[in-house]
């Protein structure tokens, strides 16, 4: 399905990805520097006529789902996307400055409340690589190696960094994982309004001109340190828990007493909507037809799994309904942040079960592929076998 000659292509990706957190496929596609510019003017036109018509027709959370679904129609109509350089990864920052600016002292003595969720998170881990890597391997036909990858609830980049290190196929593991954070994002606003009875409208902060400047200014530090720091120590998805660590220190201080203004949480949900379409650029008829959809009918699968272990944790008292299924539904940090948000959830503890749910995967899936004794081998013609 695919050619071998591809593998330093992806090599090269998950590696940019990993380090800067950038659009993978919008930073891979051959680049002519004379249209760059045009690539993202009709990449945002694309998205801003997306939310315009959610917007129109009343669907959920235009300003999400309407650049997503849009970039996803133009990038498996062959259209060519780009996105800015740098944009997706400044809107995470801002959403980790959200949730920071969230945490109090008195959240933090909440957290012992947290650890029946936790301790259930390597649980939830398991049963999901017990069942997910069966179903690619036997039933999809996936190599081993990118069948496991496929299967692990990790962050996006670290998969695919992972699963190619070890020998995997990573294009096959970019559409899987990029397909389980866009199918999360779309059915979870479904979830939140139709089961659980909430809106999405909940306020997500005030308007920028009402912020005391002494609020902006602090945010706007956190985040210029917290990104480049994280970064540098290594930590995964440093963008997002960078800023997030610093303005929680921060807010816990009394420096802070706000969230950022909405409308730089308005462009993160715009920004990070599009980027999730535009990772489906050059996706062929072949990957439609097997990539696409092991990856549809996998998520139908995490979607059983996650309900149900949130229905155990609200079942034992742990967290209401709705943080439960918003904590161990596995899409991004940031998408879930969004959704968080919106539905006026528990951001403390939706973060808590995702970090630990991701550092987890981070810990145990080397430590399994290195027992298996994959170092470097497949990516030869696809993920099938």
């Not at 659009?23 to 510019?37: I, K, N, Q």
């Not at 179903?135 to 960094?161: E, N, S, W």
């Amino acid at each position: 399905m695919f050619s071998s000659s591809g593998r330093r292509a992806p090599v090269a990706l998950a590696t940019r990805v990993a380090r800067n957190g950038d659009d993978a496929y919008s930073r891979d596609m051959p680049r002519a520097a004379p249209t760059a510019p045009f690539l993202i003017l009709r990449t945002l036109a694309i998205a801003a006529a997306g939310a315009g018509l959610f917007a129109l027709i009343g669907l959920p959370l235009p300003l999400l789902l309407g650049p997503m679904f849009a970039a996803l129609a133009a990038a498996l109509s062959g259209i060519e996307l780009r996105s800015l350089p740098l944009v997706p990864d400044a809107m995470r920052a801002v959403l980790g400055l959200a949730v920071g600016t969230s945490i109090t002292g008195e959240l933090l003595g909440r957290l012992g409340d947290f650890a029946l969720s936790v301790a259930l998170v390597p649980v939830f881990v398991a049963v999901i690589a017990a069942i997910g890597y069966p179903y690619f391997r036997r039933l999809c036909r996936f190599d081993p190696v990118t069948a496991y990858y496929a299967a692990m609830p990790g962050g996006l980049q670290d998969m695919i960094l992972f699963g190619i290190e070890a020998g995997g196929h990573g294009r096959a593991l970019s559409l899987v994982h990029a397909t389980r954070v866009l199918v999360i994002v779309a059915v979870m606003p479904i979830i939140i309004t139709q089961v659980w009875d909430r809106s999405l409208d909940q306020p997500l902060g005030a308007p920028a001109a009402s912020l005391p400047l002494s609020d902006l200014l602090m945010m706007m530090l956190c985040a210029a340190i917290g990104w480049p720091l994280g970064r540098r120590i290594g930590l995964f998805g440093a963008a997002i828990l960078g800023p997030l660590i610093l303005s929680a220190l921060a807010s816990i201080a009394g420096l802070i007493d706000n969230r950022p203004p909405q409308e730089a949480i308005w462009a993160a949900q715009f920004f990070i909507g599009t980027v999730i379409g535009t990772y489906y650029m050059g996706t062929t008829a072949e990957e439609v037809r097997r990539v696409l959809s092991a990856s549809v009918g996998y998520c139908l699968i995490l979607a059983v799994l996650a309900l149900a272990f949130a229905e155990v944790v609200f079942l034992l008292g742990a967290a209401p309904a709705m943080e439960a299924g918003l904590a161990f539904a596995p899409g991004g940090q940031a998408e879930m942040v969004v959704l968080a948000l919106v539905a006026g959830a528990d951001m403390a503890y939706v973060v808590t079960i995702h970090l630990s749910r991701i550092v987890v995967v981070i810990l145990v899936a080397p430590i399994v592929a290195r027992l298996m004794k994959w170092n470097g081998r497949g990516d030869q013609g696809g993920p099938g076998r």
